[in-house]
């Protein structure tokens, strides 16, 4: 059938439905799974014919969902006209109304907020950005050279040659300066993938929360006490930061944040291997490069950058030793952080 003529016979169906239910057979019939539409898109070769096509699903799962509100508003008023309940009796004793179990929030949520609100008291502006990006902001303009590990299949998982999933979150740092001129002080959370083994310490999806500070006359001091404070109010106010330098493609310099080990105070213990210190993930003053890739004079302006795992923040926190349970919807797992 014409892809018009099949929106037409659709959007009728859709309109004629008198019920939830006979809406949710005009939905199977014209977009499930092996409805003519679904079918047609599976086979398409070009283009052309799958922007067609696609428009076509978006108005009509757009149309579905408009008759959907209106069935429910129907449902919901004739249901409160007819329907009396006596508010009076204890809940259990209402018939379908069941006392519900008291839910928890999982680990990388709690610290996430804890995150935002710590950045939200400095002025910070929190973004969440796209998961499938192109390789050009998820590499090219992050300066990533060529040879760059990070680059290979290997690493990096690949929807076609120039489109990935966001090995991290710093593309958001080229978005956000693209978008509008400094100063900007962002911090964009959300997740990212790695083509990695499962191990006690990685997993090929994890949170990432990645900061960006461009403005006039940022010094590294200004970077360390971002840190300390958000470590401090991530992890306790007697915590202490310190940096070691290290190489990442979009900083000059870079540096690895330590945060003072939490068990020990810094005196050495098994958890921070000896050494008063865990690492926490990266930072550094923004390469001149990337901001000459956005149209920024680096003469002007300067900034830093950092990233850091919400995982590895919530290890910390509660003390996890794995990242393996935050992906196993262990109930068991997740009501230990009430
Ligand atoms: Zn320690």
């Not at 009728?12 to 006979?22: D, F, G, N, R, S």
């Not at 799958?50 to 919901?76: C, H, K, T």
């Not at 690493?155 to 990935?164: K, L, S």
């Not at 360390?224 to 979009?250: D, I, Q, S």
């Amino acid at each position: 059938m014409e892809a018009e003529a099949l929106q037409k016979e659709a959007l009728a169906a859709a309109e004629a439905a008198q019920t939830l239910a006979q809406l949710d057979e005009a939905r199977v019939q014209y977009l499930g799974r092996s409805s003519e539409l679904k079918l047609a898109l599976r086979e398409v070769r070009d283009r052309e014919t799958g922007m067609a096509l696609n428009a076509v699903r978006e108005a009509l799962e757009a149309a579905f969902a408009a008759r959907q509100s209106e069935l429910e508003r129907a449902e919901l008023s004739a249901r409160l006209t007819t329907e009396r309940v006596d508010v009076t009796l204890p809940a259990e004793l209402l018939g379908d109304v069941r006392v519900r179990p008291r839910g928890s929030l999982h680990p990388t949520t709690l610290i996430r907020r804890d995150v935002e609100d710590a950045f939200i008291g400095l002025g910070y502006e929190i973004r969440e950005d796209r998961e499938i990006e192109t390789v050009e902001y998820n590499f090219d303009k992050l300066a990533f050279p060529a040879w760059h590990p990070a680059r290979s299949s290997r690493d990096t998982f690949y929807v076609d040659a120039d489109t990935v999933l966001r090995t991290e979150t710093s593309p958001s740092q080229i978005h956000i300066l693209e978008e509008k001129p400094p100063p900007v002080y962002m911090v964009s959370i959300g997740r990212v993938y790695r083509r990695d083994a499962i191990t006690p310490t990685r997993f090929p999806i994890f949170h990432q929360f990645e900061g960006l500070a461009i403005d006039r006359g940022i010094t590294m001091a200004d970077l360390k006490g971002t840190l300390l404070h958000v470590m401090r109010a991530l992890f306790g106010e007697e915590r202490e930061v310190r940096f070691r330098t290290h190489y990442f493609p979009f900083t000059e310099p870079s540096m690895e944040p330590d945060v003072s080990c939490g068990v020990c105070g810094g005196s050495g213990c098994p958890t921070c291997k000896w050494s008063g210190w865990i690492e926490i993930g990266g930072s550094g003053m923004v390469d001149p490069q990337v901001l000459a890739n956005v149209g920024l004079d680096p003469g002007e302006w300067g900034g830093f950058a950092f990233g850091l795992g919400l995982e590895r923040a919530a290890q910390l926190r509660y003390d996890i030793p794995t990242i393996r349970p935050f992906w196993e919807n262990d109930l068991r797992f997740v009501r230990q952080f009430r």
